[in-house]
């Protein structure tokens, strides 16, 4: 079945750099994408989401890209922190109906 | 933080018995899901409701059943138990076009 997937299960960064993670999706009927952060321990949190008819949205240090000719989104976090480590999942939602498909999720570390 | 409690936070079972989670939340939305998280997969659906008694199965329903006898509380049933059955068992509800989760439950079937 179609399904949404990760580039890079971990990713280390400095603090201060900025961080990219990806997300490639292939269900084409998806009109609604999302962002979650994961710290350890405690439940997926939202981060920011964009709709199939934007190509960009941005949030405080964060901006979320998609670019549906090839089915891929992105995240970038600006001056990544310590407090951003985590893992942050993709996910996707077909119009019009309330179940999302998580991505597996790539692990945020930054390096003091 | 969308009033999402889910109980207990942690238990250990033996296989062959039954268990229930329970999600409760005090904002009356009407969407609520029950997923799974497990290393090397993102979380799975297991079951949601669209409403009391609104029920519908999710991508790894086998071996769960739920209930929603009331908008507040969410109930994921193990029928019986199976070790292929633990993991990390996420509630969450649905607000907007966002879903808001709680804090999880990590269940252990030895």
């Known amino acids: 079945g179609e399904s949404v997937g990760l580039h890079l299960p971990t990713l280390s960064v400095q603090e201060g750099d900025n961080s990219i993670i990806n997300c490639a999706y292939s269900?084409?009927?998806?009109?609604?994408f999302i962002w979650y952060k994961q710290e350890s321990g405690k439940g997926p949190q939202f981060i920011i989401d964009?709709?199939?008819?934007?190509d960009k949205r941005q949030g405080q240090r964060v901006t979320v890209l998609l670019n549906k000719t090839v089915k891929h989104l992105s995240l970038q976090i600006a001056a990544t922190q310590p407090g951003d480590s985590a893992v942050y999942f993709c996910a996707e939602r077909p119009g019009g109906y309330q179940k999302v498909t998580f991505g597996i999720g790539t692990k945020l570390q930054v390096i003091p | 933080d969308a009033g999402i409690t889910q109980s207990p936070r942690h238990k250990v079972t033996e296989t062959g018995t039954p268990v229930t989670l329970r999600c409760h939340q005090t904002?009356?939305?009407?969407?609520m899901y029950w997923y799974r998280q497990d290393p090397g997969h993102g979380l799975r659906l297991i079951h949601y409701?669209?409403?009391?008694?609104?029920?519908d199965k999710g991508e790894v329903s086998d071996g769960y059943s739920v209930s929603r006898s009331k908008t507040e509380d969410f109930l994921l049933t193990l029928e019986s138990a199976t070790s292929s059955q633990t993991s990390v068992y996420f509630c969450a509800i649905g607000r907007d076009n966002e879903q808001f989760f709680g804090p999880g439950t990590r269940l252990t079937v030895l």
């Open positions: 269900n084409s009927a998806s009109d609604y």
């Open positions: 409701s669209y409403g009391v008694k609104d029920t």
């Open positions: 964009i709709r199939s008819n934007m």
């Open positions: 904002e009356n939305h009407r969407y």
